[in-house]
């Protein structure tokens, strides 16, 4: 079974709050096994920022539902957009 990569834009709750302590709002926020994977911060205006993420899920039934659920309830989030789903490439063996 393979995996989606889940694109969202996270905005904070407050522009004061750090961007780690959201991202970390977000991770435990996420139903097992989904997890972030990357990230970046994306300036927006007058010291907003929007944190834009990766999250890897499994290929699965309802999974991206569930992501987006877990996120928009995470503490620190005032909203959410859903960029993109894209699905993970397997890895290619050494050579």
Do not use: C, W
Not at 1 to 18: A, F, Q
Not at 39 to 60: N, Q, T, W, Y
């Amino acid at each position: 079974m393979g995996s989606y990569v889940i694109r969202l834009k996270v905005l904070p709750e407050d522009t004061t709050t750090e961007h780690a302590r959201i991202l970390e709002s977000v991770s435990k926020s996420l139903p097992s096994p989904a997890e972030v994977k990357n990230h970046r911060v994306e300036p927006i205006a007058f010291g907003l920022s929007a944190i834009i993420v990766d999250i890897v899920a499994p290929e699965e039934e309802g999974v991206i539902d569930r992501v987006e659920e877990a996120v928009s309830k995470a503490p620190l989030v005032s909203q959410y957009e859903l960029m993109g789903v894209s699905r993970l490439s397997s890895k290619l063996p050494p050579k």
